[in-house]
């Protein structure tokens, strides 16, 4: 199965349009080693920690949801993007740099943060038994990074309607909507983010009613009411490493650590997709989800980059030339 995915996803790769000047082998003569240089070390991390595949996917969707994939979440300071609330439990920041510094040794000043950010992205689906996907490269990195601007995140507390607004105004509409969220099958949370659905939603005193009752008694075990705050709680409870479709049939079932993830089910467009998805954990439709989920990846790392004289490469990441 994975080996005829990864054909179909050549194939797909071919057929999409590439956003702005981004291509596929942008490095192949000016630093032929950049793409293995990211995945070694995607890879050394992956081993030691495999939760540091969801990161490193979720760092990359926070860049690209504020000044687009631009690295811009990477710089470090008071007012930087990263100190912005939602970007306060970001991870993966270490790796960004290693590969960086690597390739800085490599190919001084030409592989952009932006680009390492979007190929360890890609390697680690894949390392997480997710698919593979060509990815256009050729990104530079901002020259802005502003706490100010990452208030427009997507919110674990957001609406079906909120959640629209917020992906829509990036280019991206239902169906790239719930594919995305469809890595949360390897994500986490905090306990912080989930104890209200379990003890005081909506301030009456009672639980979520959306959440299955078996599972709200699994959820209060690992969240106690008074508990530590900063748990860490896996989004898809029982398949948390694999990327497969099993976080579908979980917000199918009532069965969703996040509101955001379980009102998904509650709207007709965006419950038709996951019904889809959630079809068979590797049969057709979960092999669907593995065509599905490249393509809206491609889509979202394209959002207002820059190329060309645009921005700069940065010596480091952390920081602007």
Known sequence: MKATGS???????????????????????????????IRSTVE????KDPTIAAGLLRLHFH???????????????????GNALPNLGLRGFEVIDDA???????????????DILALAARDAVDLSDGPSWSVPTGRRDGSVSLSSQASNLPSPLDSVAAQRQKFAAKGLDDHDLVTLVGAHTIGQT????????????????NSDPTINQAFLAQLQALCPK??????????????QTNFDVSFFKNVRDGNAVLESDQRLWGDASTRNIIQNYAGSIRGLLGFRFDLEFPKAMIKMS???V????????????SKFN
């Open 7 to 37: 054909f179909f996803l050549v194939i797909l790769v071919m057929i999409l349009p590439v956003q702005g000047q981004l291509k596929t082998g942008f490095y192949s003569s000016s630093c032929p080693k950049a793409e293995a240089t």
């Open 44 to 47: 050394s991390y992956f081993n």
């Open 63 to 81: 860049d690209c949801f504020v000044q687009g994939c631009d690295g811009s979440v990477l710089v470090k300071g008071s007012s930087a993007e």
């Open 100 to 114: 960086k510094a690597q390739l800085e040794a490599l190919c001084p000043g030409v592989v952009s943060c932006a």
């Open 190 to 205: 905090d306990c912080t983010f989930i104890t209200y659905r379990l003890y005081n939603f909506t301030a009456t005193g």
């Open 226 to 239: 008074d508990g530590d705050g900063s748990k860490r709680v896996a989004l898809d409870i029982g398949s």
């Open 302 to 304: 394209g959002i207002e």
């Open 306 to 317: 820059k190329t060309g004289a645009q921005g700069e490469i940065r010596k480091v990441c």
